[in-house]
């Protein structure tokens, strides 16, 4: 096996969008212990700061700034911070209900094109420079695998997911031969604090049924390590798309419950 890239000077910087819970946050923890200096963003201050306090306690680096990716003044303004960064991670984003097509609300399909979409967009357009001036950028879009099928109940999320895909897609078009990669990491069931609780609104009986039965869904650890093991990777090497799954689902609709 390759042994894992360590990270040079220039490039040694990375960007967590999303870093207050779940799959942001384990990413900030692993990509501090593989010897990045993590830049932690989110829209809940004390949360970052709390985080960022535990992993400088424990040797690595934090810093929490406190961000909201779709106010794009704001990112502009954090972007004016960095010269060169080596790693961003795209993180931020979620879902919200499970309405049909039928009566969805237009203003839940709007907010998770901004979250998801434009975010990732404000971002990725605010760092690019930095992240092209370290000489080896990586630009991580978590995605789902609601980016690449749909289910019925999803087309609000798995419309904008597939707005994150395609911006990936098509930025790793683009900057081809710039010392840039672009990686797309899709996971599917991941069982997280607030994803589900979100996405119901904060109902924890709906939350929870959407794992129940289920033998082992993914953790947040279990799509950190996935990133992280992508971004320290040789520079050549771009993972351009790494679907996850746990073992229990097979496909967006076909998951093996245990009742
Ligand atoms: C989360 C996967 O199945 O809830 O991104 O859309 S799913």
């Known amino acids: 096996m390759t042994a894992p890239a360590t990270p040079s000077a220039a490039s040694r910087i990375a960007v967590v969008t999303g870093a207050s819970s779940g799959i942001g946050a384990a990413t900030a923890r692993q990509l501090a212990a593989a010897g990045y200096r993590v830049v932690l963003t989110a829209r809940r201050k004390d949360r970052i700061e709390a985080l960022a306090e535990e992993i400088n306690a424990a040797g690595h680096s934090a810093t929490a700034y406190t961000l909201d990716v779709t106010d794009r003044a704001a990112v502009d303004e954090f972007a004016t911070a960095f010269r060169t960064i080596g790693v961003l991670v795209n993180n931020a984003g979620g879902a919200l209900g499970t309405d049909p097509v039928a009566t969805g609300a237009p203003e839940d399909w709007r907010r998770m094109y901004e979250t998801n979409v434009i ?72 069982k997280t604090d607030e994803f589900s609780l979100n996405r119901f609104g904060g109902d924890e009986e709906k939350a929870a049924k959407v794992y129940e039965g289920v033998a082992e869904p993914l953790t947040a650890d279990d799509v950190a390590d996935t990133i992280a093991w992508a971004v320290t990777r040789p520079s050549h090497v771009n993972v351009d798309l790494l679907v996850l799954r746990p073992r229990a689902q097979a496909s967006n609709t076909k998951v093996h419950r245990e009742l």
């Open 119 to 190: 975010g990732t967009l404000n971002m990725t357009q605010a760092l690019l420079p930095a992240l092209t001036a370290s000489g080896d950028g990586t630009v991580v879009v978590v995605s789902s695998t609601a980016g690449h099928a749909t289910y019925e109940g999803g087309a609000g999320y798995v419309a904008a997911k597939h707005g994150a895909h395609v911006l990936a897609e098509t930025l790793r078009l683009e900057i081809v031969g710039q010392p840039v990669r672009v990686i797309e990491i899709a996971p599917g069931m991941v």
